[in-house]
């Protein structure tokens, strides 16, 4: 499905400041799969680039932590590819285990990114805060504020940053 198209769907269902912040996903992420895609590794940038617009297309029924399975229902329903769907649904943090998902009243299963579109994906994500980029450490603070220092999730973010970066090299 084209961008144009793909942000249509987006505008129509989804508040301003969440296209916003979906665009700024979609500029930074796609910026990050070209770079690389340049250092020599397979990556489909278009799907980077679709994934970063709809990752958050589930904050158009909820804007809690299920926005992520809500968004992947959405983008099922309305026949997207599943790859899609998939980039929706592991994009919160750096991914959510299947124990935390239980704890969190999510479907019970891992919502880890596991491709490298849903890891850069998840990665632009975690660095836009509304339009804004920030560093890394504004992250770990947000997240250590939110959910404790010692929360694993902190880890696998930290785990995710320093696997992109080392791509970028």
């Avoid at 660095?127 to 959910?147: A, H, N, Q, S, Y």
């Amino acid at each position: 499905m084209e961008f144009e198209k793909a942000l249509s769907i987006l505008k129509n269902l989804c508040s301003e400041n969440v296209v916003e912040h979906c665009l700024a996903v979609s500029e930074y992420a796609y910026e990050l799969a070209l770079a690389i895609k340049n250092k020599g590794y397979e990556v489909d940038v278009e799907l980077v680039r679709l994934g970063g617009l709809l990752h958050d297309i589930g904050r158009s029924r909820t804007h809690g932590i299920e926005h992520g399975v809500v968004g992947a229902e959405i983008l099922r329903e309305l026949g997207f590819d599943e790859k899609l769907a998939l980039i929706a649904e592991r994009h919160i943090g750096a991914g959510i285990t299947k124990e935390e998902a239980i704890e969190l009243g999510l479907p019970p299963k891992d919502y880890l990114p596991i491709t490298l579109e849903e890891k850069i994906v998840a990665h632009a994500d975690n660095l836009i805060f509304g339009t804004k980029r920030v560093e890394i450490d504004d992250v770990i603070k947000k997240f250590e504020k939110r959910l404790g220092k010692n929360h694993p999730s902190i880890k696998r973010i930290i785990l995710l940053n320093d696997e992109i970066n080392n791509l970028l090299k």
